[in-house]
C-alpha cells in the first residue's frame, strides 16, 4: 500500500472528471473494451492507496466482453463439439447439435451485454463509487488541503458527480 499524497489526491479528482466527460461520448448500453481496460488500471493504481482502499476495495473490476465475443466462443464451441462428437451423435445427433448452437448464437445476440459484460452505464456508476470515495476523504480532512485547493478538488467531483448521474439518468430513459 502507497501513502496517497496532496498532489495525487487532486490529480484523482480531476481524472475522475475527465473520465466522467470521456464516458458520456459513448453508447451508455454497449461495451467499451478500451474504457473497461483502462477502468481496470485505474482502479488497479486506486486500490493501492491506503486512504482509498476502504472506499474503493468492494468495486469490482470491468467486464470487457463483447457480444461477439460470445457468439465467436459458440461458434468455436459448436465446431469444435463437431469434430470432437461427429462420428459419436451420427446424423441426427449433428442437426440437432447444430440447430442448438446456432438458437443459442441468436439467443446470444438478444441478451442485454449488461448480464455478462460490464456496459459504459455500469463504468459510470463505477466511477461515480470512485467519486463518492474521494469527497468522503476530501471531507474527512484528512488530506489536509489548503482552502483553495479544496475548492478546486470539491469543484471536479462535483462536475464528475453531475456528469455521470445526468448519463446514468438518460441512459434509463431510453
Not at 491506503?50 to 465446431?79: E, F, K, N, Y
Not at 467519486?131 to 470539491?154: D, R
Request: charged letters at 25%; one cysteine or more; hydrophobic letters at 50%.
Amino acid at each position: 500500500m502507497t501513502e496517497l499524497t496532496r498532489k495525487e489526491f487532486y490529480e484523482l479528482a480531476d481524472q475522475c472528471r475527465e473520465r466522467a466527460l470521456e464516458l458520456a461520448q459513448f453508447d451508455q448500453s454497449r461495451v467499451n473494451r478500451q474504457q473497461c481496460r483502462r477502468f481496470n488500471l485505474w482502479l488497479a493504481r486506486l486500490k493501492t492507496y491506503d486512504q482509498l482502499a476502504p472506499g474503493v476495495w468492494d468495486i469490482s473490476a470491468a467486464r470487457p466482453i463483447t457480444r461477439w465475443d460470445l457468439m465467436g466462443a459458440a461458434c468455436v464451441l459448436w465446431l469444435v463439439s463437431l469434430v470432437l462428437l461427429r462420428d459419436q451423435l451420427g446424423m441426427a445427433g449433428n442437426r440437432i447439435l447444430s440447430f442448438s448452437v446456432w438458437g443459442l448464437v441468436v439467443l446470444l445476440y438478444f441478451l442485454p451485454e449488461s448480464l455478462y459484460a460490464t456496459t459504459v452505464e455500469l463504468l459510470e456508476a463505477k466511477v461515480l463509487r470512485v467519486v463518492e470515495a474521494l469527497e468522503a476523504l476530501l471531507i474527512s480532512q484528512e488530506m489536509e488541503v489548503t482552502e483553495a485547493v479544496f475548492f478546486k478538488i470539491k469543484e471536479n467531483l462535483n462536475t464528475a458527480r453531475r456528469e455521470l448521474r445526468q448519463q446514468i439518468h438518460l441512459a434509463h430513459n431510453h
